[in-house]
């Protein structure tokens, strides 16, 4: 296949592809007449680094992971702990997320005569979320 069947077949721009060979990625793919052939490992590692992308992944984590895969493909080989520590980093926003989310909800809800007591009344409930959330996490 070649750039422009390969950009189209995954929607990535052609400019992400040559990007992504230029940076080490993907393996330099063979030309013919001028215009790069991608082999269909090219295209797996491609479809790879899209999902890598969409968990969060950064280049620089997305190469570590390919690294080591080529080292052990295996489900408990040496990608799989980038891979749990990505999962908790992101498991980590959402708390922090949802915990934002519930402070809003309380500042919108809020029927408080004035700024002062709305913000002691957020702040009490703000307190015992996180001392909630201290303890659930202690046990």
């Known amino acids: 296949m070649n750039i422009g069947e390969v950009s189209s077949q995954l929607s990535i721009p052609a400019s992400t592809i040559r990007y992504y060979e230029k940076i080490g990625l993907i393996e330099r ?5 001028g215009r790069r052939q991608f082999n269909e490992r090219a ?5 790879f680094v899209q ?3 969409i968990a969060g992944f950064s280049i620089a984590e997305i190469k570590s992971l390919l690294k080591n895969y080529e080292k052990d493909y295996t489900a408990s080989g040496l990608w799989n702990p980038l891979a749990k520590a990505k999962q908790k980093s992101i498991r980590e926003q959402i708390n922090n997320l949802q915990y ?3 402070i ?6 809020c029927r408080c ?3 002062k007591a709305c913000i002691q009344a957020t702040t009490k409930c703000a307190r015992i979320n996180v001392e909630q959330k201290t303890q659930h996490a202690s046990k």
């Open 113 to 115: 005569k004035t700024l």
């Open 104 to 109: 809003l909800d309380k500042l919108i809800q």
């Open 43 to 47: 295209i797996y590692t491609l479809q």
């Open 100 to 102: 934002m989310d519930s």
């Open 29 to 33: 793919q063979g030309r013919i007449s």
């Open 51 to 53: 999902l890598a992308r």
